[in-house]
């Protein structure tokens, strides 16, 4: 990775933003591949038990093939766009880490907290000690922030099935 040593941080930054403007088109993606679906067809009723409202019945709706598959490119490109910042934060910091080291170099997205400092506890002497303040500030795993939580939750959930299936 010498070859990215060099670089300033707007240039990190950029390679990060990369990926969240792939994230975009590929919601861009979706979107289109809803509306050229007329929106949804609908489904069968489903008979449904709730602990609120009683038993009743919902509408399912048929969701195209092409926009489950772009739910979870978008999922996937938003955590790689984590995983980019948590290598640029590395590279920034300590830059001569061994390319072997690199290869573990993960942001903390995960399931609890317990994890997440586990994950954190694996790249905190390689990056700056501000940014693992503001890591621990944003708090990425359900239970701290439920976007990020959730966002790790559904980035697995799309590495074996559909998103929405």
Not at 14 to 40: H, P, T
Not at 121 to 135: C, R, S
Request: overall charge positive; glycine content about 8%.
């Amino acid at each position: 990775m010498k070859s990215l040593q060099g670089l300033d941080s707007f240039s990190r930054y950029a390679l990060v933003r990369a990926k969240v403007e792939r994230a975009k088109q590929n919601l861009i993606d979706m979107e289109r591949s809803l509306d050229e679906f007329y929106g949804y067809v609908p489904g069968a009723k489903r008979k449904i038990g709730s602990f609120k409202r009683g038993e009743g019945q919902i509408h399912t709706y048929n969701i195209p093939f092409d926009a489950l598959c772009a739910a979870g490119d978008v999922i996937g490109n938003l955590v790689g766009a984590f995983d980019h910042l948590a290598f640029q934060l590395v590279l920034a910091f300590a830059p001569n880490t061994p390319d072997e080291a690199l290869r573990s170099v993960y942001f903390p997205l995960a399931d609890d907290a317990t994890r997440s400092k586990s994950r954190l506890k694996a790249i905190e002497k390689l990056i700056h000690p501000d940014a693992v303040e503001l890591i621990k500030a944003i708090e990425p795993y359900a239970g701290g922030n439920e976007a990020l939580g959730l966002l790790h939750k559904f980035n697995n959930v799309s590495k074996h099935r559909l998103i929405l299936n």
